[in-house]
């Protein structure tokens, strides 16, 4: 199914080079900027990085086509509240793909779970048990989509809100505005700038749980 390829594709168009990483910098001890407080999941490694809250627009291009999407640098406090509120505007039944870079992955490379066709309701209900790992492990991700057209929320290993739609953003776009997060298409997010992902063998066993609680299989797309 093509929705599959869209979840590493985005971040192609959004990021497209490795940078390297200071593991003794200081700024992988901050957690607080301001009114934005980070995720444990990944640090800035630059003094220069001073993450924002807010979002911004772009086009995932795959096979000649672009599908709209909105990206969004959401403080701690509200990020998997506006995910799970992003994924009311999905149908009834979506499919899930879980992404996983936890060992014994090879370094950068990725494994895929998927389940096809699960009531929102019950994966919704779920996901609020595994909180704290979706927020806070910067070694996995989380795609839900339409599995009837074009449209897909993520809530990926950078901890940043993607939403794809090819008909219309706005449905997204009122959600970030009620909770006030407003559209900056200058904004420079913790993707744009060399970064560190963190994590911890706790959540490795938790995306365990949460792929076999939702009946996610190993998906051998490449």
């Known amino acids: 199914m093509a929705h599959r390829n869209i979840f590493r594709q985005a971040w192609l168009s959004l990021t497209n080079t490795t940078p390297v990483v200071d593991e003794n910098d200081p ?10 407080c980070l995720t444990n999941a990944i640090r800035p490694s630059t003094k220069n990085m001073t993450p924002v809250q807010g979002y911004r627009h ?42 996983t870079s936890h060992p014994p992955n090879a370094r950068g490379q990725h494994r895929d779970m998927i389940r096809d066709e699960i009531d ?30 074009i449209q897909e929320v993520q809530l990926n290993e950078h901890k940043v809100v993607i939403a794809y739609n090819a008909n219309t953003l706005a449905p997204y776009e009122e959600v970030l505005q009620r909770h006030r997060i407003t559209c900056n298409e200058a904004i420079k997010m913790i993707i744009d700038a060399p970064h560190m992902h963190i994590s911890q063998h706790a959540y490795k066993e938790k995306f365990d749980m949460l792929a076999q609680q939702i009946g996610c299989e190993e998906s051998w797309e490449h």
């Open 27 to 36: 700024c992988l001890t901050r957690t607080q900027y301001g009114d934005f």
């Open 58 to 99: 772009g086009i995932c291009w795959e096979q000649n086509e672009g599908t709209p999407f909105v990206v969004a640098s959401i403080t701690r406090e509200k990020l998997f509240e506006v995910f799970m509120e992003f994924t009311d505007l999905l149908e009834s039944e979506v499919d899930v793909v879980l992404e």
């Open 120 to 149: 929102l309701p019950v994966l919704q209900s779920t996901l609020y048990d595994y909180e704290d790992m979706l927020v806070n492990d910067g070694f996995m991700g989380i795609a839900v989509v339409n599995p009837y057209g």
